[in-house]
């Protein structure tokens, strides 16, 4: 609201200076005047009365009384100087022009006092300065005025040196006013802009945040759906476990052939070793500790060995070990075992759809900034770079007939063991999964 009265105010007093110098060059009587000079001259004092109600307008509403007030002075203005124009001569209508200047100049430099604007901005500052300048050659001009005879003046070149010197400085002052207003709204909107630009960048925060709280709630909401549903799971697969066991041992009683009795003793075995891969998950997500121990990590992926060659027997899968070191982790073997056993299924069912010759999955270890690192790559036609940002992600798979669990719990738990899980993007050959786990630098248990 307030810009529109100094816009209004600049160009009143540009085009009111502009037709006061072109009136006063072709008036053939200086003395007498012209309308034009009436017209022209109310439009100067309306600009400066303008300025007055902008800067009310900074700090206070601009009431209807304002209005009337000000619009009163305006008309007094314009009747008074045409009224002197007709009966007086140049030197009255200076006289009675800077009169009514000075004081509406006076009641500029009491506002910007009762409103402290130069307290506001540094152009604020500026704009009271130049005012104050202009109130004081204002008052100078006027004490010339009165104080001298000028006799009469019908032509300019007649017109008195020192009022109009003092004229021109003020009209030069006034231009620094209106530079300075456009200063502190210059100001004003870079610091809009820059406050502007700081609640977007809280909001956007706040907006990630909110983001990221959904999405740890969902996903919160998956895994507290994931444990009951696999308490559920386990309590009812380990009850046809339990009778499996005891049919099988029941039928290793009366059975006396001894190849027989071997078949039987290993349907007990993996029934064993699937009730305990079932223990596992259930564990995993209660809040029972796991057990740790710490061992030579190669011996463990060595005794996974007969495991990885049975589940890729018949397939036409070669399976190479490269295991190199000697470093002891900490690590809880039936959670591995389960991470190891979603890894080798993945590449194993890859593997199995491909038109590959020669299919192979290898698994080496080797030590790297004090971590043990364990890698699991095939040469399959590896992962597709749409799924690599939400790989292992709840229920996210790329497979139709996968529940999108099993990256998901590997990653978990490696997460338990202070380690880390992570698709090598940079493996060109297929697919490699890296086991991050931190070295044991001694040979307690943790729990």
């Known amino acids: 609201m307030a810009l529109k009265y100094w816009a209004c105010s600049l160009i009143l007093s540009s085009i009111s200076i502009f037709c006061i110098a072109a009136g006063s060059a072709v008036l053939t009587s200086l003395q007498q005047g012209s309308f ?23 700090k206070d509403k601009i009431t209807d009384k304002d209005i009337k007030i000000f ?74 005025l009165i104080t001298n005879d000028f006799g009469f003046i019908d032509r300019i070149d007649d017109a008195p040196i020192i009022p109009a010197a003092l004229l021109w400085s003020l009209l030069i002052v006034n231009i ?70 005891i049919n099988s041992q029941h039928l290793n009683l009366l059975i006396k052939d001894k190849q027989k009795k071997l078949l039987i003793k290993n349907i007990i075995k993996d029934n064993d070793r699937l009730a305990k891969i079932i223990t596992t998950l259930k564990s995993t997500f209660t809040n029972n500790e796991s057990v740790y121990e710490t061992r030579v990590f190669d011996d463990f992926i060595r005794s996974l060995e007969p495991f990885f060659k ?46 590959k010759k020669n299919k192979l999955i290898e698994i080496k270890t080797y030590k790297k900034d004090n971590k043990l690192v364990c890698s699991l790559s095939d040469n399959g036609p590896g992962v597709s770079k749409k799924i690599q940002g939400r790989l292992f992600e709840l229920y996210e798979t790329s497979k139709k007939s996968n529940s999108g669990i099993g990256l998901w719990l590997s990653k978990y738990i490696i997460s338990k063991h202070k380690g880390r899980l992570s698709l090598n993007t940079a493996y060109l050959d297929g697919a490699e999964f890296l086991i991050e786990l931190p070295v044991s630098h001694n040979a307690k248990s943790i729990s």
């Open 36 to 58: 034009f000079l009436t017209l022209s001259n109310t439009m100067y004092f309306i600009s400066l009365v303008m300025l007055v109600i902008y800067s009310k307008s900074l």
């Open 176 to 245: 620094w006013s209106y530079i300075s207003i456009n200063g502190y709204w210059t100001e004003k909107i870079a610091t809009a802009d820059t406050k502007n630009l700081i609640e977007n960048t809280k909001i956007k925060l706040l907006l990630d945040e909110k983001y990221k709280l959904i999405n740890s709630l969902m996903t919160a909401n998956k895994t507290a759906i994931s444990g009951a549903l696999s308490a559920s799971i386990a309590h009812e697969i380990n009850q046809p476990l339990g009778a499996i066991k």
């Open 71 to 144: 619009t009163l002075l305006i008309i007094s203005y314009g009747i008074g100087f045409e009224i002197i124009r007709q009966k007086g001569t140049f030197i009255d209508r200076q006289t009675f022009s800077a009169s009514l200047l000075f004081i509406v100049y006076f009641v500029l430099l009491v506002e910007i006092k009762k409103q402290k604007l130069f307290h506001d901005s540094y152009y604020l500052k500026i704009f009271t300065i130049t005012t104050l300048i202009e109130f004081i050659l204002l008052f100078a001009r006027l004490i010339v």
């Open 310 to 355: 049975e589940a890729a027997k018949g397939r036409g899968i070669s399976i190479k070990f490269l295991l190199n070191t000697s470093i002891k982790v900490n690590i809880n073997s039936d959670e591995l075992r389960q991470v190891f056993s979603n890894l080798l299924q993945n590449s194993i069912e890859v593997l199995s759809s491909s038109s």
